[in-house]
């Protein structure tokens, strides 16, 4: 079964203490030509920034900070965080996580709509090898 079509790398997550005592020296080692605002997120119990990076493409870096003890990555930082997730962005969703589903990815977060993304939605997935992906669908649902 082929994987479904249209999906792009949209950014790399990094799970951090303080997106604010981490942006700079982040921002300097990767060569950020800007960053985004700081985005509060409740469904996620999180915050996140978003750094662009020189590179063709348009790939950014996450930095991720929990905002909350019981935010899905607290226990993540409590180990060190670092390099937590790959982030596809993809034509269709749901068609994604059935085809993930297929080859024997687990669904550990469903559908939600994320701050960070202006309400698309974004599912998260753990893949056989213990890969965390994230994917954001690419169009609001509902719009065509």
């Known amino acids: 079964m082929p994987s479904p079509s249209g999906a792009t790398l949209h ?3 990094c799970v951090v203490d303080s997106i604010e005592n981490r942006i700079e020296s ?28 020189p590179s063709p ?3 950014q870096l996450e930095l991720v900070e929990p905002a909350a003890s019981d935010s899905p ?4 930082l409590e180990k060190g965080g670092g390099l937590h997730h790959l982030c596809y962005e993809v ?11 297929s080859q024997r990815a687990v669904l550990i977060r469903s559908p939600k709509p994320a701050v960070a993304f202006g309400g698309r939605h974004i599912a998260w997935m753990r893949t056989r090898d213990a890969l965390l992906i994230e994917y954001l669908e690419r169009r609001l649902s509902g719009s065509g």
């Open 11 to 13: 950014h790399i997550g």
């Open 26 to 53: 982040y921002g300097v080692a990767l060569g950020s030509v800007s960053a985004s605002r700081i985005f509060e997120d409740p469904i996620q119990r999180s915050r996140v920034a978003f750094l662009n990076l």
């Open 57 to 59: 493409g348009a790939v």
């Open 73 to 76: 990555v607290a226990r993540f």
């Open 91 to 101: 034509d269709d969703l749901q068609e994604q996580i059935r085809w993930m589903k």
